[in-house]
T-cell receptor, first 109, second 112 residues
Framework: SQQGEEDPQALSIQEGENATMNCSYKTSINNLQWYRQNSGRGLVHLILIRSNEREKHSGRLRVTLDTSKKSSSLLITASRAADTASYFCATGYGQNFVFGPGTRLSVLP | DAGVIQSPRHEVTEMGQEVTLRCKPISGHNSLFWYRQTMMRGLELLIYFNNNVPIDDSGMPEDRFSAKMPNASFSTLKIQPSEPRDSAVYFC??????????FGQGTRLTVV
């Protein structure tokens, strides 16, 4: 399967702590993206990292990509209650995106 | 731009009825995707179009499902006849090649 797999499936942390989620995939990719989904809403794009990039930042988000290990990580620093959501990695193959099952993040106040 | 627009937001129908979901992608985007999300199976790609042409429909579960994109600004996903196991949230997304996808708010379908 081309599908990425996020790890852990669920994560619960205190506000202010950092949250790290991982994504592993199986085949070569063009890019890898992270999305957030709040309950009952559509997915929102967070960040895209291309296969020739190793690290990318956007505000409190930091994404790394290791193509040799076929893995990526998403770090959210100084988490807030509003970060509570499901986070998905999507591996890009040409024009297609394949989503993993997601990590459910709960940030406790 | 208003983003990807899906209609209806909610649909409740009886088993055996035809259901049509609609999507208006972001203007200028040349790729359009239909996804289905359930608790059991997560987010599944059903079909995607590039420049209005279906590229990969291998995710369409059965012949009861069909999708069309008659022009760059409109797509439909039809289920005929509908079954209770089709109950899910259906998302439409659009993108410009090889960039991020923008998702609509989804259509929550309940088949009773």
């Amino acid at each position: 399967s081309q599908q990425g797999e996020e790890d852990p499936q669920a994560l619960s942390i205190q506000e202010g702590e950092n949250a790290t989620m991982n994504c592993s995939y199986k085949t070569s990719i063009n890019n890898l993206q992270w999305y957030r989904q709040n309950s009952g809403r559509g997915l929102v794009h967070l960040i895209l990292i291309r296969s020739n990039e190793r690290e990318k930042h956007s505000g409190r988000l930091r994404v790394t990509l290791d193509t040799s290990k076929k893995s990526s990580s998403l770090l959210i620093t100084a988490s807030r209650a509003a970060d509570t959501a499901s986070y998905f990695c999507a591996t890009g193959y040409g024009q297609n995106f394949v989503f993993g099952p997601g990590t459910r993040l709960s940030v406790l106040p | 731009d208003a983003g990807v627009i899906q209609s209806p937001r909610h649909e409740v129908t009886e088993m055996g009825q035809e259901v049509t979901l609609r999507c208006k992608p972001i203007s200028g985007h040349n790729s359009l995707f239909w996804y289905r999300q359930t608790m059991m199976r997560g987010l599944e790609l059903l079909i995607y179009f590039n420049n209005n042409v279906p590229i990969d429909d291998s995710g369409m579960p059965e012949d009861r499902f069909s999708a069309k994109m008659p022009n760059a600004s409109f797509s439909t996903l039809k289920i005929q006849p509908s079954e209770p196991r089709d109950s899910a949230v259906y998302f439409c997304a659009s993108s410009i090649r090889d960039t991020e996808a923008f998702f609509g708010q989804g259509t929550r379908l309940t088949v009773v």
